[in-house]
């Protein structure tokens, strides 16, 4: 699940014609791959689960319940998940042995966000996880010194009403905006979760830390589109960022039930890409592949903390670059 949010009543509204928000605008299928695919050639610890996708429509990571009235908007996201997982456990999912709730970019932080509320659901004999993938949207400044990605979150907060569906571990200490930010969710999530992100995630770096609104002389345009062309000062910038994702886990990372995989790649969203997920190029850290990393942590057959040195050190890397705002 993953595909953007939308933060006012306009972006709102041309979302309810596309496919990510309305079901009617839906592919009719999609291919399997990575995580979610049933060969053990390609995925060799989750193959022969079963595996749901659960499709994304609402632009607020499944916490939106409220409505404006005067657009005929109504935001369902929390009500959406309760009927997803509902039918799910009707189905039989209450019996599993074990269960693992993932999720990419804004479905990451989803699964950040709905994570002990999932483990929740189950019976305390059930092994219940949590993988977010590409989800951790830091508060960070932009080139201009703005908060692009908390302007963007308080708008969804005050638009859909994503407050009351907002872990209250976070909400009782902090204000609702800031606990749409997985970061500070992390820190007293009980179920054990594993975080897998690239320390120069590439969305962010298009649309949070260089957007073209932050600058409008395009000086951070050549570093976007090749970053072999980055000079000292994007470097040293891009560094900071990746200091601040290494510093957001660093609690987290030392309890030894969570995981960690973050590698110094210019990408976004590893699990369900097969070529990223677990190929003969895939990349690696500690000789460990990401499936293997993930199967090792979830299976608890030993360690599943890697951090990569910065970029551009790793040769595994499989780059992107991103030419919109969708995840």
């Not at 509204?13 to 592919?27: A, D, I, L, P």
């Not at 692009?148 to 859909?160: A, S, T, Y």
């Not at 054990?192 to 298009?206: R, S």
């Not at 976004?268 to 850290?285: A, M, V």
Request: charged share 20%; proline share 3%.
């Amino acid at each position: 699940m993953g595909g953007g949010w939308c933060n006012d009543v306009k972006s709102c509204v041309f979302r309810k014609g596309s496919r990510r928000g309305s079901s009617n605008h839906m592919e009719r299928q999609l291919q399997f791959t990575g995580i979610m695919s049933n060969r053990p050639e390609e995925n060799p610890d989750f193959y022969n689960w079963n595996r749901v996708k659960v499709r994304y429509c609402d632009g607020g990571s499944f916490t939106g319940d409220g409505a404006d009235a005067a657009s005929g908007l109504y935001f369902r996201g929390q009500r959406i998940w309760q009927a997803a997982i509902d039918d799910l456990m009707a189905q039989g999912m209450r019996s599993a042995s074990q269960a693992l709730l993932s999720g990419c970019s804004a479905g990451g932080a989803s699964a950040i966000l709905h994570c002990d509320e999932f483990r929740g659901m189950f019976p305390s004999n059930t092994r219940v996880k949590c993988l977010a993938d590409a989800g951790m949207f830091l508060d960070s400044v932009d080139i201009a010194g703005r908060r692009e990605m908390r302007d963007l979150f308080n708008g969804i907060v005050r638009l859909q009403g994503s407050g009351r569906s907002l872990p209250r571990s976070c909400t009782s200490r902090m204000d609702k905006t800031s606990c749409f930010f997985p970061q500070n969710v992390l820190p007293n999530i009980q179920t054990p979760t594993f975080i897998l992100n690239t320390a120069y995630d590439v969305w962010q770096l298009q649309e949070s830390l260089a957007p073209r609104t932050a600058d409008p002389r395009g000086l951070w345009q050549s570093c976007k589109q090749n970053y072999a062309s980055c000079n000292s000062n994007q470097l040293q910038f891009l560094n900071g960022f990746r200091n601040e994702m290494l510093n957001a886990v660093k609690g987290f990372s030392g309890s030894g039930q969570n995981g960690v995989f973050i590698n110094s790649c210019f990408a976004h969203c590893q699990s369900e890409r097969q070529d990223t997920w677990y190929s003969s190029k895939s990349p690696r850290l500690g000789n460990k592949r990401i499936a293997e990393a993930v199967g090792d942590w979830f299976f608890e057959r030993g360690n599943a903390k890697y951090t990569d040195c910065a970029y551009p050190c790793d040769g595994t890397c499989h780059h992107l670059v991103f030419k919109g705002r969708h995840l």
